[in-house]
């Protein structure tokens, strides 16, 4: 029976040694410097803010965290799009805090991109899960690769740096719109042992089925508002979310 896994639930501020913030700034003068290339050759680069806020936060199948607000920033342009992503305990100020760049590129259905995923961490090591030292870095580099057919998805996604194991995740996700609302299928699996996923081998690691639709507040105001239920057949739990999306 696979492990159940839990990010660890320490906390230092984002830039908590100079590994890191040379890290940090090397990706952030790299998408500077792609973003100065493009922006030019194209007449506009579109601009998202969002922000969710999740009653729990289930990744993938894995329990990350209590009751988190989740705020996201994006850029596109010519499909070339840049994003970040947080994620932050409003519940148990102990929950692991965590701050994600994404680069990717698409063109019709097709996509790939890079990830570089920050956890914070005190001065212990994350141990068997991410592999940190400590004194290290507290990044992970997951590379994807993804294809969009409408009716059904399929993303693959690999850990190439601070993971031992180069854990990969395989999702396939199905949208659909049924008893007034938009439904997603989603189920996902790890081919290989991953102490990050908590895998001793090919496992079924997510089957969630959401819905989500418009919370009608006034005449001139809704709220987008979602529900889902997951399922980690590997680790034996099963989650209810609730989410608000502003």
Not at 196 to 213: D, E, H, I, P, Q
């Amino acid at each position: 029976m696979c492990p159940a896994f839990q990010f660890p639930t320490l906390n230092l501020p984002l830039f908590n040694n100079l590994t890191n913030y040379s890290i940090m700034k090397k990706i952030l003068s790299v998408v500077a410097l792609v973003m100065t290339v493009v922006a030019p050759v194209s007449a506009e680069v579109e601009t998202t803010i969002g922000a969710d806020v999740v009653s729990s936060y289930i990744w993938r199948g894995t329990d990350c965290g209590s009751a988190a607000i989740q705020p996201s920033l994006s850029l596109e342009c010519s499909g070339l799009g840049l994003s970040f992503w947080g994620s932050y305990g409003i519940v148990n100020p102990a929950d692991t805090k965590e701050f994600d760049i994404t680069l990717s590129y698409g063109i019709g259905g097709f996509s790939a991109g890079i990830t570089d995923y920050w956890f914070s961490a005190g001065s212990e090591p994350l141990g068997r899960y991410l592999k940190y030292e400590s004194g290290a870095s507290n990044h992970t580099f997951e590379g994807f690769l993804g294809y969009d057919l409408d009716f059904l998805s399929l993303g693959v996604y690999t850990n190439f740096y601070n993971d031992d194991d180069y854990s990969t995740y395989v999702e396939l996700s199905a949208p659909f719109s049924a008893f007034g609302a938009d439904w997603t299928a989603t189920a996902g699996f790890v081919p290989m042992e991953s102490e990050l996923y908590g895998t001793g081998g090919f496992a079924v690691t997510n089957l969630t089925l959401s819905a989500s639709k418009e919370l009608e507040i006034t005449d001139k105001f809704s709220l987008p508002i979602s529900a889902g239920i997951t399922v980690n057949p590997c680790s034996e739990m099963a989650y209810m979310v609730l989410g608000i999306s502003f």
